[in-house]
């Protein structure tokens, strides 16, 4: 820099602040056209490729979940606590269309509605203590609020057991005031240390929570079963995801109850089955431990103990049903739970159309958006600049909305829309006049269509066996088992430890394995297969000299 | 007893044991008896008198509202921790009527469901200190979970700005994601150290919070106005309740916001106003905090901070409500919002009616109930033994039913039902041909009426005052006022200060003494009566030098 003048030194410095500006300047506008683009920015670079899923359904289930749950907009990761999961329209969309749907129901049953406190004093936990063992490793405590001590904490309810049924002894002073039937709508706190999945297994969830009580087991019994039926319709009507109804063996029912009933579903993705719902009969396990007490109107002077039931379903069918019906895409959801059903997306406009032509195209779609809507079609148009037709559909495509219409000018003039079925990738038209007819139809035929798929790979995957070498194989081959039972506890807890694999291939990489998991009962089917001889049939556990007068369904499960 | 043969001794000790039997057979039988008709029994007796309110509403309000919300099935305090409350069935029906109305025309308006955890850090509550201030001292901390204390604590949420915005910043990523607007019906705990009261002030409390984010400050201001509109209607079309809408003044509105709209509510009772529900427009200020930021549509390149709006309305309406309608009979439920609307009482029944009339008037009182159901009508038949229709119709009074329908073997020959209004006591025959038109018009009418006397009522008692030395003997008229007040948040304290009675009576029973309750602002009404001239009509604060430029509702408060 010897003999530079003063001058050009200066003018130097000016170059330096005017580059140095200039690199500032492009650096945002990157930053900022990547977030206009929706796309995160990984070391300065675009990643479109990030944006759909990364991994196959096959090759990385757990990973596919995760991608898409979040990929597909239905949750975020609570990065302050975790475990705790933020639940987002498309999964509230679906959560209130089941809230509605079984308030409805419950609600012409005479089921009312109501709010109980969130938290449960220690010592009300101590009425109750076989009921709440099991809960206690889980409790969330509040010590303290502001900066003061509590005198006594208090615990968030895992579950309204321990906060309710002092009420219940306290109303229920009469046979007349029988059946009393409660429910609500709340979220509980089960603090797992396991390890937590979005919608399956998280430290809150939404729920709801029914707590009734009757006059007798009869009377409690058929309330069982009618909200069991239910929660099957939840599934199976809104979800399209089938379920075995059945009741739970002596080991796997609600511990404080009497006996339970529970709709249980099916991963075919890994072969294992999870438990969708229960509906539990309590007997008078807990109206002796209340103290809630009718007189016999049929024995007058005598004091009965009332009957009752509890039955909860939570946000957890959220996530069987994306693991039911996801595929390498993304998320594929069934017409009658979509917030969005239909997503329209111009197609055939480019550089060389004129404004004129672009006008009376968005006029176009927006006619065909309003023909929808007014069929009651919950429906979109994608108009978003500067993303190809091709990005769009992938966009969607990765949010499952079950159905897609393209609209062009060729569609314009052929007077159709293409459109292309989520589930199926089925392409096809439709004409501009029959719309309204024929796309509802065709969202109704994607709802039965998955549902059918669904159905039949569950049913396949459901082996009656007979044979004890071969319920291994069977459940490698990610199938869930009926067999012979004979309903001992100690006899179910060693079919577990019979089909737990002992790791014979250390050297095998662990993604490579077979999986080591034991079985353990679902479920006694209501439907029951022939096949079963009472007295004579033996329990299928080659250690066991029972007999069974049962098929029960075993799997591995969540 | 000397003399007395062991045969007669014994004979003795088995009467003993006999009487010693049939009195204890007795006291169960009473106790039975007592609980059958639904009564406490109290040292052994029946109470029919504590049936009823035990005392006005004028003579003691506040124990007045507690016995009504008690005893009309509202609420139950929840004996394990202080300040908690259960909602029962004809409360949550309120709140699910509210719940609806407002979710469906939020819902037009675009604004998407959402649950965020109940948890928050203390590390995210850190980053926006100021908001967090006033909340600190009523934070639920929970610090162990099972028995193993927490990392870190978490907060239950007192409100879920902290909770929500993080994820705004994630979200909006460019002004294409504006609005977005998210609503969520949930819980949250506010730890009060105050005395709680029912509905009004509950450490637990069930509302909707919804947060959104806006462009700029035109578009967030039409929204803040949208919701307080529905704000009103709730309190106006569903409670019949009148509400004040407004802005709050610098000291009273939302400490983290721009500005704060309102509506208030009066109680005829104590003078007293209410904050019924607010609609914040948070301007930028917690965009700036959590860095929510789009591009500027309208010069790119520029990034602008979005405007934010947050609203709220919890179960306090409720509570309002009770307090506006109730009387010294109990509550008083409009219509609309009345779980039940109708109750029959079948009358003229006595032991001289034929068990075939008996039946046949059973079999009309279904009829009657069946063609109110056909009509849209929520109504019931008391088909109870062995009570009078007198105990009845004190039951369901105090229960707040708006409509009692008589009907007994006169009206059959009438052909007619006598009714008596709850709110009016008014009573009158509506005949049998006309029930489906006539109840629900009637129902129309009550909802009308108890609307048009609480609005009266309020208006009566807002007055316009000019001069200082009035407001004092207005206050204590139970009235609220409008007053030319400066705005300025000094001056506004000085007021609450100069109204603010010292205790001159020394020797005056406490409940015989005027209250001593300074005056705050409610609200600057939107609806200006004539009267300020800006810039000359002076602040009525004798002390204040400012000028007025509106007139400000000011008067003792909730």
């Given at each position: ?222 309330e069982v079963l009618q909200i069991l ?116 997306i111009p197609v055939g406009i480019n ?208």
């Open positions: 820099m010897e003999g530079v003048t003063e001058q050009s030194k200066s003018a130097l410095k000016k170059a330096e602040k005017q580059a140095k500006m200039a690199a500032e300047k492009a650096a945002k506008a990157a930053k900022n056209a990547s977030k206009q683009a929706n796309l995160p920015v990984v070391g300065g670079k675009k990643t479109d490729d990030i944006i759909g899923i990364t991994v196959t359904k096959t090759d990385n289930f757990s990973q596919w979940y995760q991608e898409v749950v979040l990929k597909a907009e239905m949750v975020e990761y609570y990065q302050e606590i975790s475990g705790f999961f933020v639940l987002r329209p498309i999964s509230m969309y679906i959560w209130s269309t089941i809230r509605k749907w079984f308030q409805e129901r419950i609600e012409n049953l005479g089921v009312e509605e109501a709010s109980f406190p969130m938290f449960l004093s220690a010592k009300s936990l101590e009425k109750e203590k076989d009921h709440v063992e099991g809960f206690a490793p889980e409790l969330a405590w509040v010590t303290k609020a502001g900066d003061k001590d509590l005198e006594v904490p208090v615990a968030v309810r895992p579950t309204s057991e321990a906060v309710m049924y002092p009420y219940y002894a306290k109303w229920i002073r009469s046979h007349r005031d029988l059946p009393l039937r409660l429910n609500q709508w709340n979220s509980v706190v089960r603090w797992e240390a396991k390890q937590t999945t979005p919608f399956l297994r998280t430290r809150e969830f939404l729920w709801q929570e029914g707590h009734t009580a009757h006059l007798n087991e009869e009377l409690a019994g058929v039926d239910w929660y099957a319709g939840i599934y199976e009507e809104l979800l399209a995801v089938p379920v075995v109804k059945g009741r739970k063996t002596q080991n796997e029912k609600f511990a404080g109850g009497y006996y339970t009933t529970t709709v249980e579903g099916y991963i075919p993705s890994n072969g294992r089955g999870i438990q969708g719902g229960t509906s539990h009969c309590l007997g008078q396990n807990f109206s002796k431990m209340f103290d809630i007490t009718v007189e016999d109107p049929a024995n007058k002077g005598n004091h009965i103990h009332v009957w009752q039931n509890s039955w909860g379903l939570s946000t957890r069918v959220i996530g069987v049903m994306v693991m039911v019906h996801g595929d390498n895409k993304g998320l594929v959801l069934p017409p009658r739970i979509a917030k969005l059903q239909t997503i329209l550089k060389s159309t004129t404004p004129e032509a672009r006008k009376q195209h968005e006029e176009q779609l927006l006619d065909i958006q309003h023909t929808l809507k007014k069929a009651g079609v919950r429906v979109d148009v994608d108009f978003r600049d500067g993303y190809t037709p091709a990005w769009k559909f992938n966009d969607w495509e990765l949010k499952g909305v079950p159905l897609r219409i393209e609209f062009g000018p060729k569609d314009a003039a052929n007077k159709v829309v293409s459109f292309a079925r989520r589930d199926t990738g089925e392409k096809g038209t439709v004409a501009l006049d029959e719309l309204s007819t024929k796309i509802p139809e065709l969202l109704e035929t994607i709802q039965k269509d998955m549902y059918s798929k669904a159905e039949t790979s569950f049913r396949e995957h459901r082996l009656k066996i007979t044979n004890w070498d071969e319920v291994l194989p069977a459940l490698d081959n990610k199938n869930v088992v009926l067999i012979p039972f004979c309903g001992d506890g100690k006899c179910e807890d060693r079919i577990k430890e019979l089909t737990t694999r002992v790791d014979e291939q250390p050297d095998v990489p662990e993604n490579q394995k077979p999986p080591t998991m034991g079985m353990k009962s679902l479920c006694i089917p209501f439907e029951q297969p022939e096949g079963i001889v009472a007295g004579e049939t033996e329990c299928l556990n080659p250690e066991c000299k029972g007999k069974a007068d049962k098929w029960t369904m075993f799997g591995r499960s969540y």
